[in-house]
Each structure stands twice: as structure tokens, then as C-alpha cells.
């Protein structure tokens, strides 16, 4: 039925989003965001996570929800070692 999807539950709450409108791609060296047809990239700053809220902040959909995963190895460029391997991407 959806090529991505994702299950989120909490406290008893569950939630189901499948399908992405777009995504968020962190690298070493760049973000990239793709947004329905629209495709940007940006270098990566000393805040990664920062950079990450401010993309979804641009997307300015009303009422709406992101949800995605990170890879572990995000944990190296928030440590501020993008020498180590990180690759990570949040679908929305």
C-alpha cells in the first residue's frame, strides 16, 4: 500500500503515517531537502539538528505532523565528528 511508512506509539497513543510527501537527507557535508517536486541542498552547519528543524519549519504545512527515523550514526556529526561514517534520513 505505501512504499515508506512509519508506527509511532507512546504512552498508549499510536500513530500510523504512510507514504512521504518529502525528505530530509543528512551528510557529512550537506542537508538536502526534496519537497514534492522541488529539490535543495545546503552545506552542512556546527548544528545539524538545527538545520534539520529550520527545513521542516520552511515547509509550512498546516496541521501537520513529521514523522522518520535517524541511523545511529547521526549520533557522529551531533557529536561533531563528521569524520566518522553518517548518513541519515528523516521522510516526512
Do not use: K
Not at 550537506?30 to 515547509?59: F, K, M, N, Y
Request: hydrophobic letters at 35%; one cysteine or more.
Amino acid at each position: 500500500m505505501f512504499d515508506q511508512y512509519v508506527i509511532y506509539e507512546q504512552n498508549g497513543d499510536v500513530r500510523f503515517a504512510g507514504g512521504a510527501l518529502g525528505e530530509i537527507r543528512v551528510g557529512r557535508s550537506e542537508i538536502r531537502r526534496r519537497w514534492l517536486d522541488e529539490e535543495t541542498a545546503a552545506p552542512l552547519g556546527s548544528h545539524p539538528l538545527h538545520q534539520v528543524h529550520e527545513e521542516l519549519r520552511q515547509l509550512a504545512v498546516e496541521g501537520w505532523t513529521a514523522y522518520g527515523w535517524m541511523a545511529f550514526e547521526f549520533s557522529h556529526l551531533y557529536a561533531g565528528r563528521p569524520d566518522r561514517p553518517a548518513t541519515t534520513t528523516c521522510s516526512i
